[in-house]
């Protein structure tokens, strides 16, 4: 817990390193509190407790890196916090929000919006299934996958450790890239999973946000200075070839997300890949899946591998957009099947298994 002076209740120091027992909500939102202006906000389980830390933290006029106070703002619904967050990022603001199954459903008219006009931002989910024959609160990729052709590029942490990880890593990732992101962790296996972690100071913060990087994002604003023309009619010739001027960027994504990784990794020591392989190097069977059940299989996979067994798991990182080399390169030559452990229900066919 956050106390009033702005450090963490009950963090251990140990040789300039910060550890803290906390959740999966808390540790992204202490980031995601620090590197954003305006908050939008509506609440819905399980990724309440994110606005809820956000809205408690600008009471106490707690500020964010650039040392102002970031506007949490609730709004009627989940529709009116996309409206609220794309009107705050096209100001030049950086701007994020919160939300979880049909909360997210919601905000997918303004995604394709944010996401056709190269709009940075970081839409944080605690993904959560979708109500079909009846209602669930509890954790599946249903959501996050009826997102999928938004354009947001689509970032998994697995742990607490990495879903606080991945909340700077987005950001940085879509201001350098303009591609917006959702970063999203399993709703109550990792959103409320109590862990101890090693926590991102304000210095990191700073250090890991070129000021370049939101200079640019900023000049991109509506303002009468610079008067532009934006969301206008266009006729079938021209809004097809329009709407492959993004190519570039979405080629470019997943070599910037690497590398930002790497630049993250020589700052704390933490590497993470867009795709990484656990196991026997010489597998014969690969297990393929994102999010808190790699924790679970990893160790399964040790197990297996201690008693003679051919096995592995590939660990998907990034999986919008999706990297076919890095993919094909992490996997071992010796591979003869592939088992696909999706979360998501789809009445015809698995999209994770077409992937």
């Known amino acids: 817990m956050a106390s009033s002076n702005g450090t963490f209740t009950g963090a251990l120091k140990m040789k300039n390193r910060t550890f803290a027992t906390i959740d999966g909500n808390e540790a992204v939102a202490q980031v995601v509190y620090r590197l954003n202006e305006v908050i939008a906000i509506y609440p819905i389980t399980p990724s309440s407790p994110m606005a809820e830390w956000a809205d408690a933290w600008a009471s106490e ?19 009116g916090v996309a409206g609220a967050v794309h009107g705050a990022l096209q100001t030049g603001s950086l701007a994020t929000t919160f939300t979880a199954s049909q909360g997210l459903l919601l905000m997918i008219p303004n995604m394709y919006k944010i996401a056709g006009e190269l709009t940075p931002t970081v839409f944080h ?28 590029a689509m970032l998994c942490a ?24 959702l970063h999203f962790f399993d709703g109550f296996r990792t959103s409320h999973e109590i ?15 070129p000021d370049e990087l939101v200079f640019a994002h900023r000049s991109r604003a ?10 206008t009619t266009q006729n079938p010739d021209v809004y097809f070839q329009a709407r492959e001027t993004v190519n570039p960027y979405y080629l470019a994504c997943a ?48 197990y297996l591998n201690a008693r003679g067994e051919k096995v592995g798991v590939l660990k998907v990182r990034l999986y919008r957009p999706f990297d076919a080399m890095r993919f094909v390169a992490a996997l071992p030559e010796t591979i003869r ?15 994770y298994l077409l992937d």
């Open 337 to 351: 099947t592939i088992a696909v452990l999706d979360r998501t229900k789809e009445p015809d066919f698995s999209r």
């Open 125 to 152: 989910i605690a993904a959560r299934s979708l109500a079909a024959q009846a209602l669930s609160i509890f954790g599946d990729h249903s959501d996050v996958m009826a997102a999928r052709g938004t354009g947001f």
């Open 195 to 209: 862990n101890k972690i090693e926590l991102l100071l304000e210095d990191d913060l700073r250090k890991f946000i």
């Open 222 to 231: 509506l303002t009468p200075d610079k008067p532009v023309l934006r969301g």
């Open 255 to 302: 070599d910037i997300t690497q590398k930002v990784m790497d630049e993250f990794a020589a700052m704390t020591g933490r590497q993470y890949q867009l795709f990484e392989y656990h196991g026997d190097p010489a597998a014969e069977r690969v297990l393929m899946l994102m999010g808190s059940g790699c924790e679970a299989v990893h160790e399964t996979v040790d």
């Open 158 to 181: 697995a742990s607490v450790q990495e879903a606080q990880d991945f909340a700077l890593i987005a950001t940085r990732v879509t201001l350098e890239s303009r591609i917006p992101f």
């Open 61 to 79: 006029k707690k500020r964010n890196i650039w040392d102002t106070v970031p506007s949490v703002v609730q709004m009627q619904s989940e529709g």
